[in-house]
């Protein structure tokens, strides 16, 4: 707006969300953190016996990588480079702190079937990963979106595995909503609301909520994607 | 030396800001989390006495048969009496300790003979999903129903049901791969059930 030199060193807002929107997508699938990447995998593993709980905790990463993208983004040029990791944790821990705090005090159900899992999203390497890889060298607009862009493609894993689990292991889906299906002949009981009911005879395995279902899933999963994604890099 | 100083400050006005910000928020959620402890505990204890119009309570109507129904008996252990028109209905105690991985929370209620268990709960547990966990679930809960405190020398356990010809009326079946949490829950579960024991005669 000034002048013509200073529109090329501060880029418009449009030119921001055009390249956070190309990180986005590339976090959901292209480089998706997960699948690619294989980073955050133990509580993709750990908390995908039953949708729901996918999905809060999803909302959790989601909240966490795009807040602390955003923050460590506008601190890049002040933050020292010889302590930019501890300030990186310090950024994610205040993020996962409150909402973990949130959680407790809002749906205290659900902060109990996470247990410490939302705490444990302070580690989880897709969140320290794009603020090294990306918030540190972008401006907050376009890191806000890499944020979003790779906790939705967190997202999208953690729901396929759980929608797996959940069908083979419980034979519902999005059992303790108002939403669930269930796949049950027969009387249930008052204690689960349900929305729809289909009476298909159908013996779900134990196995697929313990934690072996979650490795076979993953495992089958992330071999999928690989073999349909198209032009694999390296 | 001047990059040194200069990352030091940094890390501290950062830390500062953040640990005040997080502190006057937890403050200020802090009421709210107490409740929803409390309502836990309540709502097990109603549970686990059966007392008549748990079912579909909202909260505060919870905390209202908390506060009509049981009667306090404080000392240690504090029982719970269940009353329904003057007549003791069953008791409730607390039995809590070290599980495997952190702590145990859990009730025993009785029935009004102070032997015969009318149900258990272990509200708060942190044990592995899906093994030591599932001492949270109903189903591993409701074996305890009907069963004995003590019998002889026998005091209430979970044990390893291949390891027993049958399951005495003072024993439940452990979780297979959960041992160890079926271990430490013996350990505070005895230790309840003594001092619970013990109080009773006392209050004879």
Known sequence: MNGQGSDKEKPTLKEDIRM?????????????????????????????????????????????????????????????????????????????????????????????????????????????????????????????????????????????VAVVRELTGSGTLLAGTPLAIVFKAGQLSSETPCLLQIPIPFEPSQMMILAPGAFFTMGILIFIFRAIRPEEEI | MNDKLRALVFLAILSLIVGNVLAGISLGLQQRIENNRKLLMVGSLLDVLQVDGRENASDAELLDLFEEKLQLKEGSPRIYAYEEDGKVQAYAFDVSGRGLWDKVKGLVAVEEDGVTVRGVRFYEQNETPGLGGEIGTLAFVRQFEGKRLQEETDVLAIVKAGTVADLSSTQVDGITGATMTGDAVNVFLADGIEAFLARMEEMK
């Not at chain 1, 601190?75 to 010889?82: D, G, L, Y």
């Not at chain 1, 990186?88 to 659900?110: G, H």
């Not at chain 1, 897709?126 to 972008?138: D, K, S, T, W």
């Open chain 1, 20 to 160: 956070g929107r190309k990180a986005m997508w590339a976090g959901i699938v292209m480089d998706n953190p997960v699948f690619c990447q294989l980073l955050g995998v133990c509580s993709a593993l750990a908390v995908t016996g039953k949708v729901v709980n996918a999905v809060v905790m999803s909302v959790a990463v989601i909240f966490v990588t795009a807040m602390s993208n955003v923050l460590v983004s506008t601190m890049r040029k002040a933050i020292p480079r010889s302590v930019r990791m501890i300030a990186e944790v310090v950024v994610i821990a205040f993020f996962v702190i409150l909402f973990d705090q949130l959680l407790k005090a809002f749906w205290f159900d659900m902060s109990r079937e996470l247990g410490p899992y939302v705490g444990l999203i302070i580690t989880n390497c897709i969140v320290m990963g794009r603020a090294e890889a990306f918030a540190l060298q972008n401006r907050p607009v376009p890191s806000l979106l890499d944020g979003i862009g790779n906790g939705l493609g967190y997202t999208a894993v953690l729901v396929a």
